[in-house]
């Protein structure tokens, strides 16, 4: 990856989040992370959970799934500006932890975000966050990629999380191709 990823300004997550406590990730958190880039964004890009963002002197830097993120939109011709990235999880998991309740915990979280921000598509990224929203089938991204679904009214497409792709590079080229996908159907709005 020839390229300089850049880091996207984080966006403040509200009141109500910072003082949750429906799950036990509320008693390792560091902090709530609600979501990065464009606020306004007509792509909502939904990851698992947030990563390590600061290193241990709390400098910002780029991790694995940001720099993959950002080298698949810019092979893809998809602009940075146009995306807005959130998490299942609002917060980075640090230990072990009850994963399905977190995820029913932060559902809330997810639904107010996808109401507040009224993305025009969802581009969801990895095993995860398929099954997450797509609970009643047995989703994967292999089965799903590569085609439109329906979520909360939002048309989504699906493809592999960037650690996948950075751990299995042959998968870039599904990776590139499902955000030539989402960069198309941009061209409809």
């Given at each position: 990856?020839?390229?300089?990823?850049?880091?996207?300004?984080?966006?403040?997550?509200?009141?109500?989040?910072?003082?949750?406590?429906?799950?036990?990730?509320?008693?390792?958190?560091?902090?709530?992370?609600?979501?990065?880039?464009?606020?306004?964004a007509p792509i909502f890009i939904l990851l698992d959970n947030p990563g390590a963002r600061e290193d241990r002197e709390g400098n910002s830097?780029?991790?694995?799934?940001?720099?993959?993120?950002?080298?698949?939109?810019?092979?893809?011709?998809?602009?940075?500006?146009?995306?807005?990235?959130?998490?299942?999880?609002?917060c980075r998991p640090i230990r072990a932890y009850d994963k399905p309740a977190?995820?029913?915990?932060?559902?809330?979280?997810?639904?107010?975000?996808?109401?507040?921000?009224?993305?025009?598509?969802?581009?969801?990224?990895?095993?995860?966050?398929?099954?997450?929203?797509?609970?009643?089938?047995?989703?994967?991204?292999?089965?799903?990629?590569?085609?439109?679904?329906?979520?909360?009214?939002?048309?989504?497409?699906?493809?592999?999380?960037?650690?996948?792709?950075?751990?299995?590079?042959?998968?870039?080229?599904?990776?590139?191709?499902?955000?030539?996908?989402?960069?198309?159907?941009?061209?409809?709005?």
């Amino acid at each position: 990856m020839d390229f300089k990823p850049v880091i996207l300004e984080e966006e403040s997550a509200p009141p109500h989040a910072k003082e949750c406590r429906r799950c036990e990730l509320s008693m390792q958190r560091h902090r709530v992370i609600w979501g990065e880039g464009n606020p306004r964004a007509p792509i909502f890009i939904l990851l698992d959970n947030p990563g390590a963002r600061e290193d241990r002197e709390g400098n910002s830097f780029i991790c694995g799934t940001r720099e993959t993120l950002q080298y698949g939109m810019r092979v893809a011709g998809l602009d940075i500006s146009l995306v807005y990235v959130s998490y299942l999880l609002k917060c980075r998991p640090i230990r072990a932890y009850d994963k399905p309740a977190a995820r029913e915990a932060c559902s809330m979280h997810l639904k107010l975000q996808f109401q507040e921000k009224q993305p025009r598509l969802l581009f969801g990224l990895g095993n995860v966050v398929v099954q997450s929203l797509f609970p009643e089938e047995e989703a994967d991204v292999k089965s799903y990629r590569g085609r439109w679904h329906t979520v909360q009214g939002i048309p989504a497409a699906v493809s592999y999380h960037p650690l996948a792709v950075r751990r299995r590079p042959n998968l870039m080229k599904y990776f590139v191709e499902d955000m030539k996908l989402v960069a198309e159907q941009m061209k409809n709005f």
